[in-house]
């Protein structure tokens, strides 16, 4: 009776308590592709220590496609790439979380993965097991190679599998926004992507060995009329980070933030061990993160944008306002904004907000320093994509 109990209790568990802040980790894909193995690997779990990340509240390691060598095994089942992880995966795993964090792995919803290992149709339930006596905690399940399949039940037959092993997985769909998982997406899992690939490029995509992903600024502009899908225990993902990647470090700072705003899942995918200094600042800002973090999980909007000036909003707990400041123009421009002409009022999060009637402090995220309150305009220069990122915080008159 107790082990029915035990398994039902597990099975029960609630998307809100699996991942009731935007998932935060590192992924191989971005970086590494499938030129991944157990060496590399764990070099870059010991520099997810060494850098802080993890003390900065990157909980998950999530190997991406190409950890798995090309055929199932005679019974059916997938193995890890002997060659590559020579001690198998469930050892990898344990190292993982002797370190502190979760672990997190790859397949996809089609016969092949999108770099054509072994995928998971038709496998749904064994898959799900064996990750399961791995000690997986995160799946990122991929949409190559599906023809023919309906996605909401392709991804629900994969969300039900998960949750019967008893194991609280936490399910990301990797489905591209083709059929609107933000409609269907809470049933099955924690998190969906939004969008196709997100390549290392700001502004205009840039198009590499005949592929064109998309750029940091077409990502952003997909998300607005989806925000309202997005809150605790489910969330819309606009694909891993690039920073460190080869932007420039304002656009890694842009890039960043843009994400804190609209409440993203922070998947790092840069080489932990070659991290500049700058990088680092950037990835492990408590303060930025406490905006993606925020307990409310509502996701931020533009409000205004004028000549390659955008604003953006984001609501947060206790009356809170983020407030993001983006140059996207080619040129440095200048803020010019009076709050006591704006009022910010958002359905969605019931938030509506007269800076002629209440006054909030100004806290700049990057520089981190108050830098007085919404009484008086806003005047600062803003270099050529780059961003002022803001925590309003209404002033308390004791
Ligand atoms: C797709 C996904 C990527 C990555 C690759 C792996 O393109 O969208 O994030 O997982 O597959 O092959």
Redesign the pocket.
């Known amino acids: 009776m107790l082990l029915v109990f035990t398994g039902t209790a597990s099975f029960a568990q609630k998307s809100e308590e699996m991942a009731p802040t935007p998932p935060m980790g590192w992924n191989t ?1 971005n970086i590494f592709q499938t030129k991944i193995d157990e060496p590399l690997l764990k070099s870059m779990v010991d520099a997810y220590v060494s850098s802080g990340m993890r003390d900065a509240g990157y909980t998950y390691f999530v190997l ?2 190409g950890w798995m060598a090309m055929e199932r095994d005679k019974n059916g089942q997938l193995v890890a790439d002997p060659q590559k992880f020579p001690n198998g995966m469930k050892a990898f795993a344990d190292y993982v979380h002797s370190k502190g964090m979760k672990f997190g792995i ?1 397949n996809c919803a089609g016969t092949k ?3 054509g290992y072994p995928g998971t149709r038709g496998h749904e339930y064994e898959d799900a097991r064996l990750y399961a006596s791995w000690g997986v905690d995160y799946l ?1 399940f ?1 949409w ?1 190679n599906a023809e023919g399949e309906n996605a909401r039940e392709a991804y629900g037959l994969m969300s039900k599998a998960l949750k019967a092993t008893g194991r609280p997985i936490v399910f990301s769909l ?1 489905e ?1 926004g083709t059929n609107r998982p933000w409609v269907w997406g809470k049933d099955a899992g924690q998190l969906w ?1 939004t969008t ?2 997100i390549g290392v490029a700001f502004d205009k995509p840039v198009t590499k060995n005949g592929w064109t992903p998309l750029s940091v600024l077409n990502i952003l502009d997909r998300q607005d009329s989806i925000r309202q899908y997005a809150g605790p225990g489910h969330w819309n993902d606009p ?2 980070l690039e920073v460190g990647n080869g932007l420039t470090v304002n656009e890694d700072k842009a890039h960043f933030s843009i994400w804190c705003m609209l409440a993203a899942p922070l998947m790092a995918g840069n080489d932990l061990h070659k991290m500049t200094d700058q990088t680092k600042n950037i990835l492990t800002n408590k303060e930025a993160i406490a905006i993606d973090q925020d307990a409310m999980g509502v996701e931020g909007f533009k409000y205004y944008m004028f000549d390659g000036l955008e604003m953006l909003v984001k609501p947060l707990s206790k009356g809170d306002l983020a407030v993001l400041f983006l140059n996207r123009s080619e040129r440095p421009q200048t803020i010019n904004f009076d709050w006591a002409a704006h009022q910010i009022a958002d359905t969605t999060s019931k938030t509506d907000v007269d800076f002629s009637k209440t006054t909030f402090k100004l806290r700049d995220v990057w520089a981190k320093k108050d830098i007085g309150t919404t009484q008086k305009p806003l005047k600062q220069p803003i270099a050529s994509h780059d961003v002022v990122m803001l925590r309003l915080t209404k002033e308390q008159y004791l």
Do not use: F
């Open positions: 894909w991406d496609d790859y993965t999108c770099a990122k991929d190559c990797c591209w992507r196709g690939d694909d891993m």
